[in-house]
Protein backbone atom coordinates (compact mmCIF):
# COMPACT_ATOMS: atom_id res chain seq x y z
CA UNK A 1 0.00 0.00 0.00
CA UNK A 2 1.40 3.55 -0.78
CA UNK A 3 1.11 6.77 1.01
CA UNK A 4 -2.44 7.09 1.81
CA UNK A 5 -3.17 11.06 2.44
CA UNK A 6 -7.08 11.99 4.29
CA UNK A 7 -8.78 15.15 2.36
CA UNK A 8 -10.76 17.21 4.30
CA UNK A 9 -12.87 19.47 2.58
CA UNK A 10 -16.47 20.03 2.39
CA UNK A 11 -15.85 21.95 -1.18
CA UNK A 12 -15.86 19.43 -3.67
CA UNK A 13 -13.94 21.34 -6.37
CA UNK A 14 -11.58 21.77 -4.06
CA UNK A 15 -11.34 18.07 -2.99
CA UNK A 16 -11.30 16.96 -6.52
CA UNK A 17 -8.51 19.21 -7.31
CA UNK A 18 -6.60 18.38 -4.51
CA UNK A 19 -7.28 14.07 -4.96
CA UNK A 20 -6.39 15.11 -8.77
CA UNK A 21 -3.21 16.17 -7.65
CA UNK A 22 -2.14 13.72 -5.18
CA UNK A 23 -3.00 11.17 -7.37
CA UNK A 24 -0.72 12.28 -9.64
CA UNK A 25 2.08 12.33 -7.91
CA UNK A 26 1.64 8.34 -6.47
CA UNK A 27 -0.32 8.98 -3.41
CA UNK A 28 -3.43 7.05 -2.51
CA UNK A 29 -5.98 9.44 -0.90
CA UNK A 30 -9.71 9.51 0.94
CA UNK A 31 -11.94 11.80 0.65
CA UNK A 32 -14.00 13.07 3.73
CA UNK A 33 -16.73 15.87 3.92
CA UNK A 34 -16.62 16.56 7.55
CA UNK A 35 -15.27 16.31 10.82
CA UNK A 36 -17.31 13.61 11.76
CA UNK A 37 -16.92 11.83 8.20
CA UNK A 38 -13.16 12.04 8.69
CA UNK A 39 -12.65 10.23 12.16
CA UNK A 40 -14.66 7.65 10.73
CA UNK A 41 -12.47 6.80 7.49
CA UNK A 42 -9.36 7.29 10.17
CA UNK A 43 -11.09 4.53 12.14
CA UNK A 44 -11.05 2.06 9.06
CA UNK A 45 -8.37 2.81 7.84
CA UNK A 46 -4.95 3.66 8.81
CA UNK A 47 -3.64 7.61 7.18
CA UNK A 48 -0.16 8.80 6.68
CA UNK A 49 -1.09 12.76 6.57
CA UNK A 50 -4.28 14.68 6.78
CA UNK A 51 -4.91 17.48 5.25
CA UNK A 52 -7.21 19.65 7.11
CA UNK A 53 -9.34 22.70 6.20
CA UNK A 54 -10.56 24.68 9.20
CA UNK A 55 -14.29 26.14 7.65
CA UNK A 56 -16.31 22.61 7.97
CA UNK A 57 -19.83 21.50 8.56
CA UNK A 58 -20.45 20.19 12.21
CA UNK A 59 -17.05 20.18 14.15
CA UNK A 60 -14.74 22.15 13.43
CA UNK A 61 -11.40 21.67 12.14
CA UNK A 62 -9.83 23.09 15.48
CA UNK A 63 -11.95 20.02 17.09
CA UNK A 64 -11.14 17.75 14.25
CA UNK A 65 -7.35 18.47 14.57
CA UNK A 66 -7.34 18.49 18.55
CA UNK A 67 -9.42 14.34 17.92
CA UNK A 68 -6.99 13.89 15.30
CA UNK A 69 -3.46 14.23 17.71
CA UNK A 70 -5.69 12.69 20.60
CA UNK A 71 -6.35 9.46 18.66
CA UNK A 72 -3.54 9.33 16.18
CA UNK A 73 -0.55 11.36 17.22
CA UNK A 74 2.05 10.52 14.88
CA UNK A 75 -0.25 11.11 12.11
CA UNK A 76 0.97 14.27 10.09
CA UNK A 77 -1.30 17.26 9.83
CA UNK A 78 -1.45 20.36 7.27
CA UNK A 79 -4.19 22.81 8.34
CA UNK A 80 -5.34 24.62 5.66
CA UNK A 81 -7.57 27.58 5.77
CA UNK A 82 -8.41 31.04 4.56
CA UNK A 83 -7.98 32.91 8.22
CA UNK A 84 -4.02 34.56 7.67
CA UNK A 85 -3.85 35.83 11.18
CA UNK A 86 -0.93 35.33 13.56
CA UNK A 87 -2.91 34.25 16.45
CA UNK A 88 -4.74 31.73 14.40
CA UNK A 89 -1.62 29.76 13.08
CA UNK A 90 0.29 30.28 16.43
CA UNK A 91 -2.76 28.72 18.11
CA UNK A 92 -3.29 25.74 15.77
CA UNK A 93 0.60 24.40 15.58
CA UNK A 94 0.50 24.55 19.24
CA UNK A 95 -2.66 22.21 19.38
CA UNK A 96 -0.45 19.54 16.83
CA UNK A 97 -0.95 20.84 13.19
CA UNK A 98 2.99 19.83 11.90
CA UNK A 99 2.29 22.61 9.06
CA UNK A 100 -0.22 25.78 8.08
CA UNK A 101 -1.27 26.65 4.52
CA UNK A 102 -3.18 30.02 3.78
CA UNK A 103 -5.66 29.14 1.23
CA UNK A 104 -5.41 30.09 -1.59
CA UNK A 105 -2.63 28.23 -1.87
CA UNK A 106 -0.01 27.38 -4.58
CA UNK A 107 -0.50 23.53 -5.48
CA UNK A 108 3.40 23.46 -5.51
CA UNK A 109 3.66 24.96 -1.76
CA UNK A 110 1.44 22.37 -1.12
CA UNK A 111 3.19 19.16 -2.26
CA UNK A 112 6.55 20.37 -0.92
CA UNK A 113 5.21 20.84 2.03
CA UNK A 114 3.80 17.48 2.31
CA UNK A 115 6.68 15.84 1.59
CA UNK A 116 8.29 17.71 4.76
CA UNK A 117 5.56 16.57 6.81
CA UNK A 118 5.74 13.27 5.94
CA UNK A 119 10.01 12.89 5.95
CA UNK A 120 10.06 14.84 9.49
CA UNK A 121 7.53 11.80 10.55
CA UNK A 122 9.13 9.25 9.05
CA UNK A 123 12.48 10.49 10.46
CA UNK A 124 10.95 10.61 14.21
CA UNK A 125 9.32 7.21 13.53
CA UNK A 126 12.57 5.56 12.80
CA UNK A 127 14.48 7.10 15.98
CA UNK A 128 11.94 6.37 17.70
CA UNK A 129 12.58 2.45 17.13
CA UNK A 130 16.37 2.95 17.39
CA UNK A 131 15.68 4.19 20.97
CA UNK A 132 13.34 1.25 21.58
CA UNK A 133 15.71 -0.49 23.44
CA UNK A 134 14.02 -3.94 25.14
CA UNK A 135 10.58 -2.33 25.14
CA UNK A 136 9.59 -3.96 22.12
CA UNK A 137 7.02 -6.67 21.45
CA UNK A 138 7.13 -8.92 18.35
CA UNK A 139 4.53 -11.28 17.26
CA UNK A 140 4.78 -12.87 13.61
CA UNK A 141 5.65 -9.50 11.57
CA UNK A 142 3.88 -7.23 13.93
CA UNK A 143 5.63 -5.13 15.76
CA UNK A 144 4.94 -2.38 19.00
CA UNK A 145 6.76 -0.18 20.88
CA UNK A 146 5.30 -0.40 24.32
CA UNK A 147 7.33 2.98 25.23
CA UNK A 148 5.90 5.26 22.51
CA UNK A 149 2.91 3.33 21.75
CA UNK A 150 4.23 2.48 17.58
CA UNK A 151 2.99 -0.22 16.26
CA UNK A 152 4.36 -1.92 12.54
CA UNK A 153 3.47 -4.93 10.29
CA UNK A 154 6.25 -5.81 8.03
CA UNK A 155 7.61 -2.59 8.28
CA UNK A 156 4.79 -0.72 7.38
CA UNK A 157 3.11 1.61 10.39
CA UNK A 158 -0.04 0.63 11.64
CA UNK A 159 -2.27 3.32 12.95
CA UNK A 160 -4.46 2.51 16.14
CA UNK A 161 -6.68 3.92 18.27
CA UNK A 162 -5.91 4.32 22.04
CA UNK A 163 -8.07 1.63 22.74
CA UNK A 164 -6.92 -0.47 19.67
CA UNK A 165 -3.86 -0.07 20.64
CA UNK A 166 -4.16 -1.33 24.33
CA UNK A 167 -6.10 -4.53 23.30
CA UNK A 168 -3.27 -5.48 20.75
CA UNK A 169 -0.50 -4.55 23.20
CA UNK A 170 -2.20 -7.02 25.74
CA UNK A 171 -3.33 -9.88 23.54
CA UNK A 172 0.54 -10.14 21.68
CA UNK A 173 1.75 -9.75 25.76
CA UNK A 174 1.23 -13.54 26.04
CA UNK A 175 0.64 -15.23 22.66
CA UNK A 176 -1.08 -17.92 23.60
CA UNK A 177 -3.25 -16.93 26.31
CA UNK A 178 -6.81 -17.00 25.85
CA UNK A 179 -8.26 -13.25 27.43
CA UNK A 180 -12.05 -13.03 28.06
CA UNK A 181 -13.77 -10.46 26.99
CA UNK A 182 -13.96 -9.46 30.63
CA UNK A 183 -10.29 -9.82 31.07
CA UNK A 184 -10.00 -6.76 27.83
CA UNK A 185 -12.65 -4.59 29.32
CA UNK A 186 -11.35 -4.25 32.64
CA UNK A 187 -7.48 -4.37 31.65
CA UNK A 188 -8.23 -1.93 28.51
CA UNK A 189 -11.05 0.85 29.64
CA UNK A 190 -10.10 0.66 33.16
CA UNK A 191 -13.72 -0.39 34.95
CA UNK A 192 -15.92 -2.79 35.86
CA UNK A 193 -17.04 -5.34 33.58
CA UNK A 194 -21.00 -5.55 33.53
CA UNK A 195 -21.15 -7.14 30.00
CA UNK A 196 -20.37 -4.89 27.45
CA UNK A 197 -19.33 -7.62 24.63
CA UNK A 198 -20.36 -5.28 21.94
CA UNK A 199 -17.57 -2.69 22.87
CA UNK A 200 -14.66 -5.08 22.76
CA UNK A 201 -15.91 -7.10 19.95
CA UNK A 202 -16.43 -3.97 17.76
CA UNK A 203 -12.33 -3.10 18.68
CA UNK A 204 -11.33 -6.51 17.73
CA UNK A 205 -13.21 -6.24 14.37
CA UNK A 206 -11.20 -2.96 13.85
CA UNK A 207 -7.84 -4.01 14.43
CA UNK A 208 -8.43 -7.11 12.33
CA UNK A 209 -9.71 -5.07 8.91
CA UNK A 210 -6.52 -2.66 9.55
CA UNK A 211 -4.32 -5.51 10.21
CA UNK A 212 -5.78 -7.56 6.94
CA UNK A 213 -5.30 -3.75 4.68
CA UNK A 214 -1.52 -4.42 5.50
CA UNK A 215 -1.29 -8.05 5.17
CA UNK A 216 -4.59 -9.63 3.96
CA UNK A 217 -3.21 -13.43 3.20
CA UNK A 218 -2.34 -13.32 7.59
CA UNK A 219 -4.39 -14.05 10.32
CA UNK A 220 -3.56 -12.74 14.06
CA UNK A 221 -6.06 -12.65 16.02
CA UNK A 222 -8.61 -16.26 16.84
CA UNK A 223 -11.96 -15.65 18.35
CA UNK A 224 -12.01 -18.68 20.84
CA UNK A 225 -15.62 -19.54 21.12
CA UNK A 226 -17.51 -19.13 24.10
CA UNK A 227 -14.00 -17.54 25.86
CA UNK A 228 -13.02 -14.82 24.16
CA UNK A 229 -9.56 -13.65 21.91
CA UNK A 230 -5.76 -14.61 21.37
CA UNK A 231 -2.79 -14.05 19.09
CA UNK A 232 -3.25 -17.15 16.42
Known amino acids: MGTVILIVEDDDDISQMLRELLAGQGYETVLAYSGTEALLCMEKQAMDGVILDLMLPGMTGEEVLNEIKKQYPRTSVIVSSAKDDV ?5 LLRAGADDYLIKPFDTEELLARLEAVLRRSAENNGQQWEDAGNNVLEYKNIRINTENLLVQVSGQEL ?8 ILELL ?15 SVWNEEFLGEENAVNVHISNIRQKLAKLCPDETY ?12
Not at 87 to 91: A, F, I, N
Not at 159 to 166: A, D, G, N, W
Not at 172 to 186: A, C, D, F, L, W
Open 221 to 232: IQTVWGIGFKMK
Open 172 to 186: MSHPGKVYTRSNIYE
Open 87 to 91: QTRVS
Open 159 to 166: SLTKREYL
